[in-house]
């Protein structure tokens, strides 16, 4: 079984750029997608980007496209999520979630495991 620990988060202002890690545990980690969400107070939790296994297949929140990167690092069980030009939107609290499945989600009831979350707060 995967484990999953989110670091990276922090205030920062608008026009910045922060980088979140994901660490996982586990002999499997190759094998199953990963994704990132976020979860503003008030609102839903959303998908964010996602790749998967091969890292062939990567998706994004059409209003996070051209600023995030997802990618991931199969040698260091780790998947990284770089953030730029952070608007005071992309507030909220972020999870890192992997998905033992074939395809890559953009759902969060596809995703099996799910770390604690990280705060990212963007001020004007």
């Known amino acids: 079984q995967v484990q999953v620990i989110e670091s990276g988060g922090g205030l920062v202002q608008a026009g910045a750029s922060l980088r979140l890690s994901c660490a996982a545990s586990g002999r499997a980690f190759s094998y199953y997608s990963m994704g990132w969400f976020r979860q503003a107070p008030g609102k839903e939790r959303e998908f964010v980007a996602g790749?998967?296994?091969?890292?062939?297949?990567?998706y994004y929140l059409e209003s996070v496209k051209g600023r995030f990167t997802i990618s991931r690092d199969k040698a260091r069980n780790t998947v990284t999520l770089q953030m730029n030009s952070l608007k005071p939107e992309d507030t909220a609290v972020y999870y890192c979630?992997?998905?033992?499945?074939?395809?890559?989600?953009?759902?969060?009831?596809?995703?099996?495991?799910w770390g604690q979350g990280t705060q990212v707060t963007v001020s004007s």
């Open positions: 979630a992997a998905d033992y499945g074939l395809q890559l989600s953009r759902s969060s009831s596809s995703y099996d495991v």
């Open positions: 790749i998967d296994w091969s890292a062939d297949q990567t």
